[in-house]
């Protein structure tokens, strides 16, 4: 693990990379959560035989403390990431975490972390993450459990990093492999959803592109979402996304970005894509935007897109359009303080 005692340059961070050496946990056993521990200690041990090693019982957030124009620390909208935490724990039969700890492990290490939240537009990612820690074999949920957060100095979830407009990426449709079935753990944020996503993420990235962007399941019609972010287009001027449902995960960016829609007076809505309408429209130009978002990557622009044997290349060049360029500035300047947050608690102070 790179544990950083000190800041690097944002552009040398990227994602994921780098921690910061202060862990919060708490273990849960007989029913209860115990007390919150903090420790410069980044390793755990745990048994060879815990459930979450063998049947993946493990659930994690991501959110993000972000550097405020008048140098102050806040988190964005943590108490959502707090309630899908717990959604997660329901659907992976785990116990929910309470809020009022959750908020004090977060505060106490970004209070701690300061010097290692970057500036705009890097911040400091949070990564609160639940595991099964029972040591037996058979198919069934774990007794204890393990609940950690670990805190990561990040810069640009894609290689380029710019700090005014969406970075521009291609993202090939995956005609063979699904990630979420309906029924199943799809819209919980949990390790087995990703591990289902892996080998269409690496066939993608052998072939040029960033990312996968995956269909339903049943008819592999539907566009659902990316293995990591949520997906929009831009429709003759309205903006576009799957609906949820129990296959999706309820991106937080995602829901800002349709509040925020609503409040600069773009036209949008939740319905159902079909890749085959959505082809068609980016070939009659009447689709000119599309693009992926998350806490990670905050938006990134789709400038192409892969599907089948075809090449759907998404306006006139590799820059981001009008709308994700306005929603990325509106979202980012929110984030950052530089404008107010259209409800009072997404920006969470440090204190
Ligand atoms: C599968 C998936 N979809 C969507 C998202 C976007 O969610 P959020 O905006 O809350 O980061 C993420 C990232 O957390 C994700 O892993």
Redesign the pocket.
């Known amino acids: 693990m790179k544990i950083l005692n000190e800041l690097l340059p944002v552009e040398e961070l990227g994602f994921g990379l780098y921690f910061a050496p202060l862990k919060a946990s708490s273990h849960y056993s007989k029913g209860k959560w115990g007390p919150t521990e903090y420790s410069s200690d980044l390793t755990m041990r745990i048994g060879s035989s815990a459930k979450v090693l063998h049947y993946a019982q493990e659930i994690f957030e991501?959110m993000k403390a972000f550097r405020q124009v008048d140098g102050s620390v806040a988190f964005f909208r943590p108490h959502a990431?707090w309630a899908?935490l717990n959604y997660s724990a329901r659907l992976m039969a785990m116990p929910d975490f309470p809020e009022a700890e959750f908020m004090e492990m977060i505060s106490k290490m970004a209070k701690q972390l300061d010097h290692l939240v970057p500036a705009k537009p890097g911040a400091l990612y949070f990564r609160p993450t639940m595991i099964g820690t029972s040591e037996s074999l058979g198919v069934a949920t774990s007794e204890e459990f393990e609940f950690f957060v670990l805190a990561s100095p990040a810069g640009g979830y894609f290689k380029d990093v710019s700090s005014d407009k969406p970075v521009s990426v291609k993202i090939k449709v995956s005609d063979k492999y699904t990630r979420a079935a309906p029924g199943g753990t799809g819209s919980a944020?949990t390790g087995g959803?990703?591990a289902a996503s892996l080998r269409a993420i690496l066939e993608a990235k052998n072939e040029g592109f960033s990312n996968v962007l995956f269909l339903d399941a049943r008819e592999k019609s539907n566009i659902e979402?990316?293995?990591?972010?949520?997906f929009f287009v831009v429709d003759q001027g309205k903006l576009k996304t799957p609906p949820l449902g129990d296959t999706?995960?309820a991106?937080?960016?995602?829901d800002s970005i349709l509040r925020l829609a609503k409040a600069l007076d773009i036209p949008c809505s939740e319905e159902e894509l079909s890749i085959y309408d959505v082809a068609d429209k980016i070939k009659q130009g009447k689709i000119t935007e599309a693009f992926a978002?998350?806490?990670?990557a905050t938006i990134s622009s789709i400038s192409q897109l892969g599907w089948k044997n075809e090449t759907l290349n998404l306006g006139s060049s590799s820059e981001a359009g009008p709308v994700s360029t306005l929603l990325y500035k509106t979202l980012t300047d929110i984030q950052h303080g530089k404008s107010k947050a259209p409800e009072s608690n997404w920006i969470y102070p440090v204190r």
Do not use: P, V
């Open positions: 991501g990431n899908r944020k959803n990703y979402e990316l293995g990591g972010m949520n999706i995960l991106g937080i960016t995602r978002c998350g806490t990670a």
